[in-house]
């Protein structure tokens, strides 16, 4: 049994207050894999007072002194990656090949791309030809009260964590407590790394304790929150009486349109990527909109792909797909697959229980639903489980109407050798990614959705920017 009970706080490792264990739970095998503790308002206090402290100092350090740590930072995280993905293989269950290739290396990207978005990012701007002695300064918002997901960990760690410390905010984490592990290694590698005391603190914890402790403290000027949908309203509720800034990553249910000119890999591709990290994406394109010349055979091939779809145990090497997080995720889940079932969906692939010769274990069956109109639950609601719902359409107008007939509007995805008609569908839908025939975003792309998807971005300039206050300046001296 791991025991991590410890917190970082002030740049150091310190015992909770009150002592409150909580079990980390193996989702491959059911069984308790470590120990943390939860903490208190008295371990939030202390840990936001750390912050505070180390602010002053830390937003007014030179530029170059900031890169010099987030690359060292990029160096204790390259060297101690598998660390970090078999933290993330045992505590949410990713399989441990995905972890490497995947879960863990995400926060790879991420730093190399903010420590090249930061070298050309200007904190000091003239205002305009217009006005010579007017400056734009962007200054740092403050302490910053980071709350990360289990289903992503490092990928989330890293998109807030890095451009905080870049733009000179100091920070309070409260990772996931389902899926914990990851992130108490990446505070060894803030330490290891050099990071100044105070500017960077963990406190583990739920959300109703921890969570709500950082969201209504009034010396955290920001809270950046991923995780669902009901959280972030619950979150933004909780931040209105002290008007801190709060970013949100929340849900989605991408649609993603295929035409019946699309490659023919389109279909494949859309089911694979439905089921990678056994649809727990939330940019996962969960409803797939079939033109209907091709909608029988696209039905045939997203089944097969679920049908010939590997579930094993996350520590076993291989190419499948692992088990979801937790029991809660396991029951809701199959609740969904239910009610696809009796709303009158046609099942093609999987359904409800385990695979065949599994009986333990968070494992799910990849499931594949045809015939869903877009008023049923399966259509609606994030499932965050590897099920994927076909609806089909007729014209490009029905399936514009239908892709932006939702609360969510995070990713979409568009399939059509017609580049015109990609042009278009870009614009008009309602989301704040859209990816076209298989292409994923470039390095510094911005990650972020619009309407109960949540606001803000991240990533590249848009994820400095989201941490800064802009402050306008006369009169500057240009001597």
Known sequence: MIEKRQFYINGQWVAPAKAHDFQVIDPSTEDPCAVISLGGQADTDSAVAAAKAAFDTWAFTPKAERLALIERVFEVYNRRSDDLAEAISLEMGAPIDMARQQQAPAGTWHIGNFINAFKEFEFDRPLGDHALNDRILLEPVGVVGMITPWNWPMNQVTLKVIPALATGCT??????????????????????????????????????????????????????FTGSTRAGIAISKNAADTLKRVHLELGGKGANLIFADADDKAVKRGALHCFNNTGQSCNAPTRMLVQRAVYDQAVETAAAVAEGMAVASAHSPGRHIGPVVSEAQFNKIQDLIQTGMDEGARLVAGGLGRPEGVNRGYFVRPTV?????????????????????????????????????????????????????????ARKLRSGMVEMNGQGRAAGSPFGGMKQSGNGREGGVWGLEDFLEVKAVSGWSND
């Open 369 to 425: 639903f045809a015939d869903v109109s877009n008023d049923m639950t399966i259509a609606r609601q994030e499932i965050f489980g590897p099920v994927l719902s076909i609806i089909p359409f007729e014209t490009e107008e029905e399936a514009l109407q239908i892709a932006n007939d939702t609360d969510y509007g995070l990713t979409n995805y568009v399939q059509s050798q017609d580049g015109a008609r990609c042009n278009r569908l």
């Open 171 to 224: 920070m309070v984490l409260k990772p996931s407590e389902i899926a914990p592990l990851s992130a108490m290694v990446f505070a060894e590698i803030m330490e290891e790394a050099g990071t100044p005391a105070g500017v960077f603190n963990l406190v583990n914890g739920d959300g109703a304790g921890v969570g709500t402790q950082l969201s209504t403290h009034a010396d955290v000027a920001m809270i950046s």
